[in-house]
């Protein structure tokens, strides 16, 4: 079982940046290919972003592309959401998220996540 820890977030304004923390604990996080994710109220789940096992491959939803980045530290078993121009449509809770395999599974399959943190942005 691998735990994952988000932490973070908060209230912040239009054009601000944030940089998210997942901690993961239980398991060999090297091994898992990384995600985040987010959550509105009402919204379907969105996937934004994810970084391989070694972070030699990245997958960017259109939405962040260019706004958002992620990196992972295998020797602190951490990956990182960094978010800079941030907008009031990205208020959401936001969630890591791992996976053993991707071929074949589909993006927003993951097995396991975490609690999530709030990100509000003010306009």
């Known amino acids: 079982q691998l735990q994952l820890d988000e932490s973070g977030g908060g209230l912040v304004q239009a054009g601000d940046s944030l940089r998210l923390s997942c901690a993961a604990s239980?398991?060999?996080?090297?091994?898992?290919?990384m995600y985040w994710f987010r959550q509105a109220p009402g919204k379907e789940r969105e996937v934004l972003i994810g970084i391989s096992r070694s972070g030699s491959f990245s997958y960017y939803a259109d939405s962040v592309k260019g706004r958002f980045a992620i990196e992972r530290d295998n020797a602190k078993n951490t990956v990182y959401l960094q978010m800079n121009s941030l907008r009031p449509e990205d208020t959401a809770v936001y969630h890591c998220?791992?996976?053993?395999?991707?071929?074949?599974?589909?993006?927003?399959?993951?097995?396991?996540w975490g609690q999530g943190t709030q990100v509000t942005v003010s306009s």
């Open positions: 998220a791992a996976k053993y395999r991707i071929i074949g599974v589909p993006v927003d399959a993951f097995d396991y």
């Open positions: 239980g398991s060999t996080f090297s091994v898992y290919h």
